[in-house]
């Protein structure tokens, strides 16, 4: 019904800034709410940030607020993930997600759609 495609993610120094893309298609009024989750092996997934049908409104994980910046561009079916200062304790795999529900959610069981991950790798 949607598909999510990340891109962007790689190997940076610490303090760096990597820049994430996430490409949808299909049934794109499904994704009134979108968000970006990460996990590390061993770890859960946790959320980062999320953002609105408009983009009028963002929520970010204590953890990266002030570094990171969510966007979207509706027109291109696309959301955004800016990662500035970036820290060791970055290094995971990002997932873009997406649901039709308008309400916020910052838990994975809040969103329909997942793309298949980009790696982040922050080295000290």
């Known amino acids: 019904q949607v598909q999510l495609v990340e891109s962007g993610g790689g190997l940076v120094q610490a303090g760096g800034s990597l820049r994430l893309s996430c490409a949808s298609s299909?049934?794109?009024?499904?994704?009134?709410?979108m968000a970006w989750f990460r996990q590390s092996p061993g770890k859960k997934r946790e959320f980062v940030a999320t953002?609105?049908?408009?983009?009028?409104?963002?929520q970010y994980a204590d953890s990266v607020k002030g570094r990171f910046a969510i966007s979207r561009d509706k027109d291109k079916n696309t959301m955004y993930l800016q990662m500035n200062s970036l820290k060791p304790e970055d290094t995971a795999v990002y997932f873009c997600?997406?649901?039709?529900?308008?309400?916020?959610?910052?838990?994975?069981?809040?969103?329909?759609?997942w793309g298949q991950g980009t790696q982040v790798t922050v080295s000290s």
């Open positions: 953002i609105s049908w408009t983009g009028g409104y963002t």
């Open positions: 299909g049934r794109t009024f499904s994704t009134n709410r």
């Open positions: 997600a997406a649901t039709s529900r308008v309400s916020a959610s910052l838990i994975e069981v809040g969103y329909d759609y």
